[in-house]
């Protein structure tokens, strides 16, 4: 046993420091936006740190910038982890409650609200084109510089509000 204790005793004071050292993954982290449904939110951190926002991995362009953005359903908390040479950290953020003005249409024509086999057909395949183009993460950078309102009024579509 005292040997035993003695060759551990060599083996810790003669290891490098830097091999015991356990350090977290970067703590540079900016972010921009509210984490409410249907919201936006920018980040940056270090090049080459690793983004993962709920699992999912987001592309960060080489000065660090990220964007991660939340479903109009959003709830809870969501989290985002780092991730780079020197470790992993992961943050929670508690999603604020959001609250739709809901617009009621009445009136619409019978072709709208059950449309015949050929413009459903069509709607499909829309579909299917929308929901491919929402998979892919494109290397762009345009989000960074903002947006501009095209007009003033009330928010209408999928959003609602």
Known sequence: MRNFIAGLFLILTTMP???????PASEMLELTGEW????????????????????????????????????????????????NGSGKHTYRYSVAKREYAIQRIEGVPQETVTPPPEVLERIR????????????SAERDDFYRGFIKPLEGPITGVYGS
Not at 39 to 54: K, L, S
């Open 17 to 23: 420091a830097a091999a015991l050292a356990v350090v």
């Open 125 to 136: 395949k829309e579909t299917a084109l929308v929901k491919q183009a929402r998979a892919e």
């Open 36 to 83: 409410q449904p249907g919201a936006m939110v920018v980040g940056r951190t270090d090049p080459g740190t690793r983004v993962h926002f709920e699992s999912r991995e987001v592309k960060v362009d080489g000065q660090g910038r990220f964007v991660v953005g939340l479903g109009r359903d959003a709830s809870g908390s969501v989290s985002l982890t780092l991730e």
